[in-house]
């Protein structure tokens, strides 16, 4: 019994130590793929995948000794410095680049600018599971399983944060992201609130977008400012930082939170409505059918809100920003399930619960699966 509790333990390790170097690497290069996703439309969650993958979460032999983050072959037109190293043919000719921010650069051009790769340019670029087979389909790697290990990553990790925060969060300079992650990982801050030059506005270039949905985050398009709920009980409070002030505002909690206008919970788009609202005047607003607006929020068939509450306009994520959710009295798990942006499907699942259970004041209720395997190889 002992030896098997070593053998276990010994396991568990290294699936840690796997987690921490992939982490580590998305912790790096997260503000990179985002910048480069808004300077040329590659998804910020692909370039991580195919980033961690390629370079053996930036550890491989190519990536150490030529910062070459994505395998890519020097081709006819690559006028820059060459290594040699053995892969599908022994000693071929792969790019070689002064730092890792770099590569990430040129993988971008790579695709943006080549011609096998445009299709891919029209997909949404949240689709990241049509982008991965789109990848294999165009000839980027020889792997039969290529797209399959992607969406893994993608999926392990919930890199598509960072394609939403690409998307709706503020715009990245990307000469202040490169210059801040040369061969060294940017500065980590351990709070939710997001560095800003006070006198223009702009993100400062150590920022790193994590998730700041505790429960929700909120990034308008013309301010820098995050707002983060404290935990819901009855006295708590919404702090409001302003960025370009310090200014820090209390307001009571009794008053609705949320923002106008659409905003995202757990990296998913969602509004709130005040009771009474037409749910088949959203969906056509939206440009979605209203049986998908109902099937995004676990609704019944209903005409109108019952309540003030939120509307989610897309699919809810299948893991939460955390690990779990304290329920409080009279919650339900359709509440936990709007609250936290998690399918209610996958809350049953992870809580092995039934349909209808009634949860209980205090009691935890898992936001994700209880194990989670590190990035397979």
Known sequence: MKRVFVVFFCLMTIFSRGQDKAQAYIDTYKNIAIAEMQRTGVPAAITLAQGLLESGCGEGDLCRISNNHFGIKCKTEWTGNKVYHDDDEKNECFRSYASGAESYRDHSDFLKNREPYAFLF???????????????KAGYATEKDYPQKLIKIIDDYNLNQYTYLATTGPKLNDDSSFASAKNTPPAIQ?????????????????TILGDLSIPFAVKPKNAVAEVVAAEEKKEDSVTII??????IVTKDSSKSIYPSGIFTINHTKVIYVQEGTSLLSIANQ?????????????????DVTQSSQLIFLERKQTKGSTDAHIAKENETLLD???QEGVRLDKI??????????????DEKILLRPFVTIGVSK
Not at 122 to 136: I, N, Q, R, S, V
Not at 348 to 361: C, F, T
Request: net charge neutral; hydrophobic share 30%; charged share 30%.
């Open 122 to 136: 029209k997909l949404d670029p949240t689709d990241y599971k049509g982008w991965a087979m789109g990848l294999k």
């Open 190 to 206: 351990t709070d939710s609130t997001t560095k800003a030059d006070t006198s223009t506005g702009a993100i400062a270039k150590d």
């Open 242 to 247: 302003n960025s370009n002030t310090n200014a």
């Open 286 to 302: 939206q440009g979605i059918s209203l049986s998908k607006l109902l099937d995004f929020n676990d609704m019944e068939d209903v």
């Open 336 to 338: 936990i399930s709007q």
């Open 348 to 361: 049953l699942e992870y809580n092995k619960l039934k349909k209808g259970s009634v949860v209980k004041g």
